[in-house]
């Protein structure tokens, strides 16, 4: 499990990199960075990603009161998890082997997200402030724990519903 754990810290780590790579501010897009979001970074070990700890850091927001221009690879890999998701609740599979499946299911969507990443600027700062939390729910389904991975399922589908509220 901890060999799981330090590759995909790894992977991500790497993902996150590459997908910061050309990431300028996009012209009249003012970004909301605090001062102290620098040093959050620092304590991720991941560049350009918000300290998990702070809620402020991960809450989405909206581009003045319009949603985010999202790459087409983004909504296509959410809309392929939504549908992952959508399958297992309604198939009521009530068993680890069926959530380690849809975890490796939604962890390859996710992976593909980070690599097919174009977006720059503060709208791609907004899809990581989106979805990071979702490193922990796919980790969830990893685990052994069947009451865990019960109690996580809805939680997964509200949060990749949520998705058309920031970016379209």
């Known amino acids: ?70 790459n087409v690879e983004t909504t296509e890999g959410i809309n392929k998890m939504m549908t992952s998701v959508k399958k297992a609740i309604v198939s009521e599979t009530a068993n680890i082997d069926a959530y380690r499946k849809l975890g490796a299911s939604l962890q390859q969507d996710f992976n593909e997200i980070f690599q097919k990443c174009t977006m720059t600027g503060e709208a791609h700062d907004q899809l990581h402030n989106y979805l990071l939390p979702m490193v922990d729910m796919v980790k969830t389904f990893e685990q052994k724990d069947l009451a865990s991975c019960e109690k996580m399922l809805p939680q997964m589908k509200e949060h990749l519903g949520s998705y058309y509220a920031y970016f379209e």
Not at 39 to 66: F, H, Q
């Open 1 to 70: 499990m901890q060999k799981i754990k330090i590759v995909l810290f790894f992977f991500l780590a790497i993902a996150f990199v590459a997908c910061d790579t050309n990431n300028s501010a996009e012209p009249g897009v003012e970004t909301e960075s605090a001062p102290e979001s620098k040093e959050s970074n620092k304590s991720t070990m991941i560049p350009g990603a918000p300290d998990l700890g702070s809620p402020a850091a991960a809450a989405v927001k909206l581009d003045n009161g319009k949603k985010w221009k999202a």
